[in-house]
């Protein structure tokens, strides 16, 4: 499918996915967005969806696509929940930003490994150790207080939340290794 296509496509399914909560707030008081929100979940949506395009030309499997759908997904929803509620304590809390550190390494190591299956795997193992390194920093050296904090979460359930975020990155890690090893090819190009 051509370029051109393709993002007529994902503009179609951005616009299609905030439809949803424009719908729901006609029925219910429970969803209130703001322009800014929209504006916010168009562009998370859209870039997650460009990315994945942008990635999955790179690759020749199936199993290369579904890892990188993996890592896109993993990003997205990191962003989504920080800014969202946030990952550690409230959405308040400065600990929080740390994440984007996450993304960094993630987005950074699979492009100097040139999106190249190994090294890209490599990238998302190590994105994982930084997501679990940020949360145990987060949790038990800067302690949320004040309004940081969010006492009504127990300390379990940040932990479990947090670790089913570093599984996906590392699943993210796991598929692209298997992409390295059952690839016949590998294509250099965007297009």
């Known amino acids: 499918m051509s370029l051109t296509k393709s993002l007529v496509r994902l503009a179609l399914a951005t616009a299609f ?7 729901a ?3 219910t008081q429970e969803v209130n967005w703001t322009f800014s929100d929209f504006v916010f979940a168009g562009v998370l949506l859209f870039g997650a969806g460009l990315t994945f395009i942008l990635v ?6 199936g ?14 929803l990191l ?5 969202a509620v946030g990952l550690v304590g409230s959405e308040d809390n400065p600990v929080n930003l740390l994440y984007g550190a996450v993304l960094v ?13 190994r090294g890209t795997s490599n990238a998302m193992f190590a994105a994982s150790s930084t997501y679990a390194l940020i949360t145990v920093l987060a949790l038990f050296v800067w302690t949320p207080t004040g309004a940081a904090a969010e006492p009504a979460a ?6 479990v939340a947090n670790t089913v975020f570093a599984a996906l990155w590392a699943v993210a890690g796991l598929l692209f290794r298997r992409a390295d090893t059952t690839s016949s090819g590998f294509k250099q190009q965007l297009a």
């Open 79 to 83: 962003v989504w929940a920080n800014a």
């Open 25 to 27: 707030m006609q029925f």
């Open 17 to 23: 996915l905030l439809l949803i909560p424009l719908v």
């Open 56 to 61: 999955d030309r790179m690759g020749n499997s």
């Open 154 to 159: 127990p300390l379990l359930n940040v932990v």
């Open 63 to 76: 199993t290369y696509r579904l890892a990188a759908g993996v890592a896109v997904a993993a990003g997205l």
């Open 105 to 117: 390494v993630a987005l950074g190591g699979a492009m100097v490994a040139r999106f190249r299956p």
